[in-house]
Structure formats: C-alpha cells, structure tokens
Nanobody, 121 residues
Framework: QVQLVESGGGSVQAGGSLRLSCAAS????????MGWYRQAPGKQRELAST???????NYADPVKGRFTISRDNAKNTVYLQMNSLKPEDTAVYYC???????????????WGQGTQVTVSS
C-alpha cells in the first residue's frame, strides 16, 4: 500500500506565505515525479508545480515567481513554498507522485487526500 500524506494548509491573508509538505510512504521502490495540483471551487484540477527526481522543476504560469517546489528524496517528501499568496490561490492542493511500487512491481500515479489553502483579501 502507498500513502501520500499532506500537511501545511490553512488560512492566510493576501501577501502571506504557507509551506505545504507531502510525505510518501509504503511499498515504494522509486519515485520519478512529485508535485502539487490544485482545485478551486467549481473548477477543474490544475497543475501548480512538479519536480523530477533529478531536481528539474515545472511551474504553472499563475504561480511562477511566487511558489518554489523542492523535494527530499531520502524522505520521499515534496514541499511547496508559497509566497505572495493571492485570493485566487484559494483551492484544495493535492500532492501527486509518479512512482514504482515494490510490492506489485508496477508504476502508477498516486494522489494525496488534499489540503485546503484559503487566502483572504
């Protein structure tokens, strides 16, 4: 079994900062890409940022220059530092991992339960 557990969401005023964390655990042999997606009320889930095992990163245009993604491969953990937050960043943020499961010898996409981020004006 594989679990992705997020933490760090909450409420903040516009201009503030939050740091999200997501730890993957279970029967994992290798994690290729980790990242964060977000879903605002009434909208589809969208990419925020991803990071590959080698460290290369990708950011959606709305968060470029404000969010920073990082990961600790030894801890199977990904972080998202969110600065200069705006009300339009309000969403449920979902952790994502593309990984290879040791127990089933298979590769697949896994998701966390989501953590709420609310930014007030």
């Amino acid at each position: 079994q594989v679990q992705l557990v997020e933490s760090g969401g909450g409420s903040v005023q516009a201009g503030g900062s939050l740091r999200l964390s997501c730890a993957a655990s279970g029967s994992i042999l290798n994690i290729y890409t980790m990242g964060w997606y977000r879903q605002a009320p009434g909208k589809q889930r969208e990419l925020a940022s991803t990071i590959r095992s080698g460290g290369s990163t990708n950011y959606a245009d709305p968060v470029k220059g404000r969010f920073t993604i990082s990961r600790d491969n030894a801890k199977n953990t990904v972080y998202l530092q969110m600065n200069s937050l705006k009300p339009e960043d309000t969403a449920v943020y979902y952790c994502y991992a593309d990984l290879f499961r040791r127990s089933t010898a298979s590769r697949g996409d896994y998701w966390g339960q989501g953590t709420q981020v609310t930014v007030s004006s």
